[in-house]
T-cell receptor, first 113, second 111 residues
Framework: EPEVTQTPSHQVTQMGQEVILRCVPI?????FYWYRQILGQKVEFLVSFYNNEISEKSEIFDDQFSVERPDGSNFTLKIRSTKLEDSAMYFCASSIRNNYGYTFGSGTRLTVV | DAKTTQPPSMDCAEGRAANLPCNHSTISGNEYVYWYRQIHSQGPQYIIHGLKNNETNEMASLIITEDRKSSTLILPHATLRDTAVYYCIVRTQGGSEKLVFGKGTKLTVNP
């Protein structure tokens, strides 16, 4: 069964450093998403991406965050200057069309120290 | 999108059917009901979705009441691997793309 692949599985970074989380969505999917889950809390929407542009973003997704699909297969989330409160599991997801079931990746655990 | 209400936890015996309820009394006509689950800290997994007709796939069945104010996800023969948090999410077709996750129902399947 096709999978959404995320790398790395765990990243530790110092506060103020930039991090890039990487995702390879399912190849024929057109819609891409990032979600995050702070330990013990709900899964939260960050951003959706379609046709090479952001289609929707949440209040969490401020100027410190950006997304990119640099080469037609990877989908990345960049956090420019990490804060302690950015520590969370970050999940990438993709879907073949809007409002269809998403396929989520297994996540990247980001720890900011 | 309409708000959903789910019990915080449920137990089920292995091999028996697990029936997970969800209330969505403010659902509107163009809103779909989606079910996802999250096993431990893994990424959420899509299970099923429906508008008003009952739906079945290889994982589960979704029963939506005639007035659409509630639904039930049925896992027909629960296994230990079905232990997870199950999320019922209402979403407008053609509306916001985001999924709004609540706290869900923690289903524990016991041997």
């Amino acid at each position: 069964e096709p999978e959404v692949t995320q790398t790395p599985s765990h990243q530790v970074t110092q506060m103020g450093q930039e991090v890039i989380l990487r995702c390879v969505p399912i190849s024929n999917h057109l819609y891409f998403y990032w979600y995050r889950q702070i330990l013990g809390q709900k899964v939260e929407f960050l951003v959706s991406f379609y046709n090479n542009e952001i289609s929707e973003k949440s209040e969490i997704f401020d100027d410190q965050f950006s997304v990119e699909r640099p080469d037609g297969s990877n989908f990345t989330l960049k956090i420019r200057s990490t804060k302690l409160e950015d520590s969370a599991m970050y999940f990438c997801a993709s879907s073949i069309r809007n409002n269809y079931g998403y396929t989520f990746g297994s996540g990247t655990r980001l720890t900011v120290v | 999108d309409a708000k959903t209400t789910q019990p915080p936890s449920m137990d089920c015996a292995e091999g028996r059917a697990a029936n997970l309820p969800c209330n969505h009394s403010t659902i509107s006509g163009n809103e779909y009901v989606y079910w996802y689950r999250q096993i431990h800290s893994q990424g959420p997994q899509y299970i099923i979705h429906g508008l008003k007709n009952n739906e079945t796939n290889e994982m589960a069945s979704l029963i939506i009441t005639e007035d659409r104010k509630s639904s039930t996800l049925i896992l027909p023969h629960a296994t230990l691997r079905d232990t997870a948090v199950y999320y019922c999410i209402v979403r407008t077709q053609g509306g916001s793309e985001k999924l709004v996750f609540g706290k869900g129902t923690k289903l524990t399947v016991n041997p």
